[in-house]
């Protein structure tokens, strides 16, 4: 049978963490199918079908998908869902919304955070803030995965020529109603997404310190800016900035970490990234037993002098 991927977009284009769960699907064999749900998302739908390896995008449109509620996009999934052996969602706020939803209308097992496709039964995940990887099998008749983006590379954005079905839209459900968004702006590039990544931790400080000091850095490698949960509780750096456990998993070509202890939560959130870069004072820090590149000293003068020297 085949796999169906749902995917995450803006009502005019895919984002990127469908590339990498398209990717996951391929490996569970079989035809890729792609929903798209929303509204007036016809380019999104069009955007879906060049992704390679996708062999059909099914577009489903109505009102009540503009937003993604959860309520009304796993009525979607569950509408079609018996075509399908696997059932992907990116490991994304909008998929780990969704995901539990329609594994629980099926009475089947979810597979969270997959890391891995072992075989079409068979995958990987981490455990325990990622010290251990779980290897879990699942006899379900449908499988119901959440992929964790950072695990596998992203399909190629072109190049496929899937065809594009419309489907019946479901009902709205009426059990939640789309309010408005606040939505920060950044010129930065998005954190998940980032190739460079410039972190801080509570050691600057303060909200002015972390401006000052990180600031110059990222724009000096052109990185997105990242921050510890301690940073970001203490105020210094926006939550949307957290990086580890409790915020996003991000896997970039280098992630610098300055003043970051490296705490086990945050470690979880990084760890995977190309090339890692710690300055820290603490000669004992757990970051550096993960650092490619660790520097013993006070970041508020080894920062200026890196960027001095780029």
């Not at 010129?187 to 931790?201: F, N, Q």
Request: aromatic share 4%; proline share 3%; charged share 15%.
């Amino acid at each position: 049978m085949a796999s169906l991927v749902i995917a995450e977009h803006d009502n005019a284009s895919i984002k990127g963490a469908t590339l990498n769960t398209v990717t996951a699907a391929v490996a569970c064999g079989g035809d890729v199918h792609v929903l798209v749900a929303g509204h007036n998302a016809g380019a999104a739908a069009q955007a879906a079908a060049q992704i390679a390896g996708v062999s059909k995008v099914i577009h489903a449109d109505a009102e009540g998908l503009a937003h993604g509620l959860a309520e009304n996009v796993a009525a979607q999934v569950l509408a079609i869902a018996n075509n399908y052996s696997h059932i992907l969602f990116p490991a994304t706020a909008g998929g780990k919304n969704v995901a539990p939803r329609v594994a629980a209308k099926l009475d089947v097992a979810q597979l969270s955070d997959v890391t891995l496709v072992v075989s079409a039964d068979t995958f990987e995940r981490p455990i325990y803030a990622g010290n251990a990887i779980a290897t879990v099998q699942s006899k379900d008749t449908v499988k119901v995965l959440t992929v964790r983006t950072t695990g596998f590379d992203a399909a190629a954005a072109t190049g496929g020529s899937a065809s594009v079905e419309a489907a019946a839209a479901t009902a709205d459900s009426g059990k939640s109603a789309f309010k408005g968004s606040e939505i920060a702006k950044n010129d930065r590039p998005e954190l998940t997404a980032a190739k460079i990544i410039v972190s801080g931790g509570r050691a600057l400080g303060s909200a002015e310190k972390f401006a000052e000091v990180m600031t110059p850095l990222a724009d000096k490698l052109g990185a997105a800016m990242g921050a510890s949960r301690a940073a970001v509780d203490a105020g210094y750096a926006p939550n949307d900035w957290q990086v580890g456990q409790t915020g996003k998993i991000v896997a970039p070509q280098l992630y610098v970490a300055c003043g970051i202890s490296g705490a086990i939560q945050h470690l979880a959130g990084m760890k995977d990234s190309k090339v890692i870069v710690a300055i820290n004072k603490d000669p004992e820090a757990p970051i550096f037993s993960v650092a490619d590149y660790g520097l013993e000293a006070d970041l508020f003068a080894a920062v200026p002098e890196l960027v001095n020297a780029l």
